[in-house]
């Protein structure tokens, strides 16, 4: 091994002197000069066929500008031009290197070596935390040795003579710098450098080891990180998300010249506790903003609690009363209460930790929600949510009618008219259908004692079409009436024999499985006796022209519909589970749903669907309840109303008139208060 090479000043200058004032001497780097040395083995025999590398001093291409070999006496010959180089040496697992060689026309630093055992580099690259080491590589320049870094940042090279080398790491990623270190090599030494190579980065650095103190009482959260040497630091941005987070905030609490920020969250939560999660991010002098790196989560504790405890629905137009409960010993500080009824964002201040409101919001919802603000002392506020069924509130408007041996009650809303329909059996097995009228819900009058259409207890609801009442009576025959009180039968045939005929059903008075209507739009559909037969539909836009239905696959018997802003509500029971089930037509399509309280009964009358307020609502007579469609992205049913204790096990109508929502039953006319 030949150390590096350093010359005096005054022969470096001479020879620069020289080179300089004669060419002929000096040549230039076309020139080709030829010089030799001896390589020898560990024993100093002559090293045999050795391959010998040249390359340029800071060369970093690993490709040498020559290569030779030596001859049987261990001599090798260099023609290259005048310049600095780098000579590489090797032999089966031997090797030699000199560094810095100078080769003039007239003058060379080349000398004999000998072989021997090469060492082992091992080190660690450091790169910015959100960048992967493996993107670097180290390169021993003047050499073909290098390394790829591994993703946690460690490198080896093998095969490295003993000598002086310079490193050279770079990486793919912009805005690092080459980054260069002096080693030196002994021989058969497996070294790791002491410290780590630290890339040069030039782009703006990430906030590291982030750390938060929490001082419960005051309510203080104080973060800490650690300095940086950044030229073109400005200051330090300080982000805050609360509860879980999706899409981490762009907007800062605060900004820090120094390495610590105090951030207040005593009036920033509501409840007893929240969770609050912390990043950091350097803001250079040109307002660029960096990465955020690290976080650190804390959880917000009050030392106090104020609760909302309720679970009893909300009844519009019902005086409704809520108190506060005040926990531990900050009880006696509240200054100041304030109630954000529905959810508003707008707060009413009160005198004390109770309230009472009343219900004028035009909506049915699972939950209704009502916010307490608190201030205690000067500083520190905190929320309460409770979210409250809402229910309805049914008053009584008029006295049941056509009560005795009632069987069914219908009501369909006329423009300034409702008409209610009373299916009726004085005489077992014989039936009729009485009908009343009302324009204020209040006052009824009877039309007619019997219809003189042939209907039975299980004959389907009317329905309203081009401003007429529509029904098929038990033969299959459509009837229409603009009033209630003249009707015309308006089908020379029975509708539903051109397709139940000949898949030999004979439609009968009293059928169990009467045909069914329901509007869709600018369309009414005919379900005629459908028993398990429930794709054999009709339409029609006239009431004079009926085609067969494509578009509609209902799940056996047709019992009520509803329309809610041209979204289609269906309910009815099928045949195969013995249960009743609602279809939604969503986007052209119908969703299916089971729903609550589902019974057994075959009789349309006992189902029912009403398009009141925002959603649908529906009920089955047999039970005693009522429940409204979920707004949502799925389908599902919430309670909101109880039935009156003499309209449970009844039958009953809900319609809506006036845009009120009625009850008709033989108990009496009911109305939802708003």
């Known amino acids: 091994m030949v150390p590096l090479r350093t010359f005096p000043a005054f022969l470096l200058a001479c020879m620069l002197l020289f080179s300089c004032t004669n060419k002929s001497v000096t040549g230039t780097t076309d020139e080709t000069v030829v010089t030799s040395a001896h390589v020898y083995n560990p024993d100093r025999s002559p090293a045999v066929n050795a391959t010998v590398k040249v390359f340029a001093v800071s060369d970093t291409s690993r490709i040498p500008v020559y290569e030779t070999a030596t001859d049987n006496t261990g001599k090798y010959h260099l023609a290259i031009g005048n310049g600095v180089y780098n000579v590489l040496v090797g032999k089966d697992s031997l090797g030699a290197f000199q560094d810095s060689v100078i080769v003039q026309t007239t003058y060379s630093t080349l000398s004999n070596d000998t072989l021997g055992r090469p060492g082992v580099l091992c080190g660690v690259i450091v790169m910015q935390p959100m960048h992967n080491p493996a993107t670097a590589t180290v390169q021993i320049l003047g050499t073909d040795k290098y390394s790829n870094v591994l993703e946690n940042g460690s490198f080896v090279i093998e095969g490295i003579p003993a000598g002086e080398y310079s490193l050279r790491s770079v990486t793919t990623l912009p805005e690092y710098t080459p980054t260069f270190t002096n080693i030196t090599m002994a021989p058969t030494v497996k070294d790791t450098l002491h410290d780590t190579i630290d890339l040069i980065y030039t782009g703006i650095p990430v906030v590291l080891n982030l750390k938060a103190s929490y001082d419960t009482l005051a309510g203080i959260v104080t973060l800490r ?184 009650y219908h009501a ?132 004079v022209t009926w085609d067969s239905a494509s578009g509609y696959q209902m799940r056996s018997l047709v019992s009520d519909y509803a329309d809610y802003n041209g979204t289609l509500a269906v309910v009815g029971f099928d045949w195969n589970q013995l249960s009743s089930w609602a279809g939604i037509k969503i986007s052209g399509g119908i969703s299916y749903l089971a729903c609550p309280d589902a019974g057994s009964s075959s009789s349309p009358y006992e189902y029912n669907i009403i398009a009141y307020k925002n959603t649908f609502i529906y009920s089955n007579s047999a039970y005693g309840n009522l429940w409204a469609l979920a707004n949502g992205s799925t389908l599902s049913w919430f309670q909101c109303s109880d039935l009156l204790t003499g309209i449970q096990n009844s039958y009953y109508s809900l319609v809506v008139f006036n845009n009120e929502l009625y009850m008709i039953s033989s108990s009496g006319v009911f109305k939802a208060a708003n």
């Open 225 to 408: 990180w650690d300095t940086l040497s950044y030229f073109n630091l400005r200051d330090f941005l300080i982000y805050r998300d609360q509860g879980q987070i999706l899409t981490p905030s762009t907007t800062p609490v605060g900004t820090s010249p120094t390495c610590t920020f105090a951030d207040t969250i005593g009036n920033s939560f509501s409840g007893s506790s929240a969770l609050f999660t912390y990043r950091v991010a350097v803001r250079s002098k040109d307002f660029s903003i960096g990465q955020t790196y690290e976080e650190v989560q804390v959880t917000g504790v009050s030392p106090f609690s104020i609760y909302l405890r309720d679970t009893l629905p909300v009844y519009p137009g019902v005086p409704r009363t809520l108190s506060a409960f005040v926990f531990g010993s900050a009880g006696s500080a509240v200054v100041k209460y304030a109630w954000d009824i529905g959810g508003k964002g707008v707060f009413s201040q009160s005198q004390g930790p109770e309230t009472t409101f009343v219900m004028h919001d035009t909506v049915i919802a699972r939950n209704y929600m009502c916010i307490l603000k608190t201030t205690v002392g000067t500083a520190r506020t905190i929320l309460d949510t409770v979210n409250l069924p809402v229910y309805l509130q049914w008053q009584k408007v008029a006295q049941g009618f056509d009560s005795i041996n009632a069987l069914n």
């Open 412 to 543: 369909v809303a006329l423009p300034g008219k409702m008409v209610a329909f009373i299916d009726k059996s004085d005489i077992p097995n014989v039936y009729k259908t009485a009908t009343w009228q009302t324009t204020d819900g209040q006052t009824w009058t009877k039309i007619t004692d019997s219809l003189e259409i042939p209907f039975s207890p299980y004959s389907s609801k009317s329905v309203i079409f081009l401003n007429r009442i529509c029904l098929v009576d038990d033969e299959g025959y459509l009837w229409t009436s603009i009033d209630g009180v003249g009707w015309s039968k308006d089908s020379i045939a029975p509708l539903c024999g051109t397709l139940e005929t000949g898949a030999g059903f004979t439609p009968a008075v009293g059928n169990l499985c009467p045909p069914a209507l329901f509007v869709d739009g600018a369309t009414i559909v005919l379900q005629p006796f459908p028993g398990t037969r429930s794709t054999n539909l009709l339409t029609s836009t006239d009431l």
